[in-house]
Antibody
């Protein structure tokens, strides 16, 4: 079955960097676009970024464009999110999500990894 | 970019029907998707493409989309349905994905 397992979260100081990973299994990773979605404590869901199946097309939410970079390693079945110049408002649970169906929705989600930004 | 407005909360008694609305511009031209998120858990897709259900989702969950509003309907509500519900669309003008503000469904 489809599994998405995020890792790499933790406590980081404002202005520093952090790299999140999402290990995928149970499907052909190279066939699908994958996303990052975040949720600040007590807040709603916010789409962050998507990378196409072949890794050539990437799009970002305006709130992180220029600071965050999404990438994927097909050989490792792993999705990444490199976060730079972190701000206190970037503190959230970060989920990776799979767009496997024909439409523009997220049919599978990981359990998330928590990022705290604090001095 | 799209702004999707949902009521902050909806309360319903067990066995009754809960309706969660999602408002936005030009909804009729967009497909709307709905997610259920229970406390401390990841979201789960419950309705996609306005009114389709993924396998494993009870028939009690249904969706509709007309004009400037979409609606998630939960029939014969159970205590286990208590959760936050989010609508979502893909905005073709920005090529971004947009979530609604979220609705907390409380089962009295």
């Amino acid at each position: 079955q489809v599994q998405l397992v995020e890792s790499g979260g933790g406590v980081v100081q404002p202005g520093r960097s952090l790299k999140l990973s999402c290990a995928a299994s149970g499907f052909i990773f190279s066939n699908y676009g994958v996303h990052w979605v975040r949720q600040a404590p007590g807040k709603g869901l916010e789409w962050m970024a998507v990378i196409s199946s072949d890794g050539t097309n990437k799009r970002y939410a305006d709130s992180v464009k220029g600071r965050f970079t999404i990438s994927r390693d097909i050989s490792k079945n792993t999705l990444y999110l490199q976060m730079s110049s972190l701000r206190t408002e970037d503190a959230a649970v970060y989920y990776c999500a799979l767009h496997k169906g024909r439409g523009w929705y997220f049919d599978y989600w990981g359990r998330g990894t928590l990022v705290a930004v604090s001095s | 970019s799209s702004v999707l407005t949902q009521p902050p909360s909806v309360s319903v008694a067990p066995g009754q029907t809960a309706k969660v609305t999602c408002g936005g511009k030009n909804f009729g031209s967009k497909s709307v998707h709905w997610y259920q998120q229970k406390s401390g858990q990841a979201p789960v897709l419950v309705v996609y493409d306005d009114s389709d259900r993924p396998s494993g989702i009870p028939e009690r969950f249904s969706g509709s989309n007309s004009g400037n509003a979409a609606t998630l309907t939960i029939s014969r509500v159970e205590v286990g349905d208590e959760a936050d519900y989010y609508c979502q669309v893909w905005d073709s003008t920005t090529d971004h994905y947009v979530f609604g503000t979220g609705t907390k469904v409380t089962v009295l």
